[in-house]
């Protein structure tokens, strides 16, 4: 059961670009980058949870195919529509969809939309999507949409808050780093039920216009378990998360250049983590 209705993001979903524009949230896209870099050439990749589409537009300039881009708010996804419009590189190469990733759903193609492409992806990406499951069945039912519309030998590669046993202790930290002016915190809402600790939260963010959302910080024991029970049995790693040296490298993803060292108390203890998951 969820606390949220799922289209929590159509009432500020022209807002939450500034959510993007914090720097330590623009630090997601190099570790991105270098992750996706051995697989993304000529990638047909499916995004899920695309939002406004800030990750969709590198994947293409990476060097992805195609990508299928999903999102369960209608007015998430009309954002991403208008960003990708003033990319023509990229026309034809995507497109969207309105589909609850916690429920069965399948992506079709072909001329006329209705051959399915279940097996057909090389990549799955995902940022954000998983802490908005409640419990383990419903990240289990996530991944069983990833695995299902994987390619044999194709990955799942997703940012979520940095990975704990108790997640308690991620939140404390972004608290810390909150005081620190690094640009949001955590609100726990309720402990929730189960085997391993998990937290109903609210965000809140000191951006201009601010920005409020709720989702779940699971243990990263679910998410191992999730990705076990919904068919990803190849390899899963747990990512170390980086800060490019070279200031240009890492200006190039700023909205505006930030001063040297800037990130560096954040480094101690990054907010988001990166799973990747191998379908064998
Ligand atoms: C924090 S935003 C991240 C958007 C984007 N990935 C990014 O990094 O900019 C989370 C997104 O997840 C979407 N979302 C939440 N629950 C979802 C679900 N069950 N199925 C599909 N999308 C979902 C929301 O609509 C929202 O666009």
Redesign the pocket.
């Known amino acids: 059961m969820s606390h949220f209705s799922?289209?929590q993001?159509d009432s500020f979903s022209g807002a939450?670009d500034s959510v993007?524009d914090l720097p330590i949230t623009r630090a997601i896209v190099p570790n991105v980058e270098r992750l996706v870099a051995p697989y993304i050439k000529g990638a047909r990749v499916l995004e899920?949870?695309?939002?406004?589409g800030?990750?969709t537009r590198h994947l293409l300039d990476w060097g992805a195919s195609s990508i299928v881009c999903?999102?369960?708010?209608q007015s998430?996804i009309q954002g991403a529509q208008s960003e990708l419009e003033h990319y023509s590189q990229h026309k034809g190469k995507y497109r969207f969809m309105v589909?609850?990733?916690?429920t069965p759903f399948t992506v079709t193609g072909g001329e006329d939309g209705t051959t399915s492409q279940e097996g057909q992806f090389d990549l799955v990406f995902?940022?954000?999507?998983l802490n908005?499951a409640p419990d383990l069945p419903t990240m289990t039912e996530m991944f069983k949409n990833i695995a299902r519309h994987l390619a044999p030998g194709g990955r799942f590669i997703t940012?979520l808050p940095h990975p704990e046993e108790d997640p308690k202790v991620c939140i404390d930290h972004v608290n810390a780093q909150y005081e620190q002016g690094y640009g949001y915190r955590v609100d726990v809402r309720e402990g929730l039920p189960g085997a391993y600790k998990g937290y109903l939260v609210e965000l809140h963010f000191d951006t201009d216009p601010p920005v409020e959302?709720g989702n779940y910080y699971l243990s990263m024991r679910v998410h191992e378990q999730a990705a076990r029970d919904g068919g990803l049995t190849g390899k899963l790693a747990w990512e170390e998360i980086r800060v490019p040296e070279e200031e240009e490298v890492l200006n190039r993803y700023m909205k505006e250049p930030i001063p040297k060292g800037y990130l560096d108390e954040w480094l101690k203890y990054p907010d988001f983590g990166i799973l990747v998951v191998e379908k064998e």
């Open positions: 799922t289209t993001y939450y993007n899920l949870a695309c939002g406004t800030s990750f999903v999102d369960v708010s998430m589909a609850d990733c916690a995902a940022a954000w999507l908005y940012v959302f």
